[in-house]
């Protein structure tokens, strides 16, 4: 019977943990595809001082022709 008990413990732990990575996944997954202006808000304004905006740079559209030539 302590076998079992704790056999269904740990069931219930590492179910637990799984739904925690899950929802903890979720939500960072979340925060990274809001757009960087949506995530100020009233409660907790961010200045430039408290979170450095780095450029992107342009990316330039290059095309590359590759040819293979087979000898045989």
Same mark, same amino acid.
């Given at each position: 019977? +302590?076998?079992?008990? +704790?056999?269904?413990?740990?069931?219930?732990?590492?179910?637990?943990?799984?739904? +925690?990575? &899950?929802?903890?996944?979720?939500?960072?997954?979340?925060?990274? !595809?809001?757009? /960087?202006?949506?995530? &100020?808000?009233?409660?907790?304004?961010?200045?430039?001082?408290? /979170?450095?905006?780095?450029?992107?740079?342009? /990316? !330039?559209?290059?095309?590359? /022709?590759?040819?293979?030539?087979?000898?045989?």
């Amino acid at each position: 019977m +302590f076998h079992l008990y +704790f056999g269904a413990f740990d069931i219930v732990l590492y179910l637990g943990a799984t739904y +925690f990575a &899950a929802v903890l996944a979720k939500a960072i997954c979340d925060d990274l !595809e809001q757009p /960087r202006g949506t995530q &100020a808000t009233a409660a907790m304004p961010l200045t430039a001082a408290s /979170r450095p905006v780095v450029p992107v740079a342009k /990316r !330039e559209d290059v095309q590359e /022709r590759v040819t293979v030539k087979v000898n045989g």
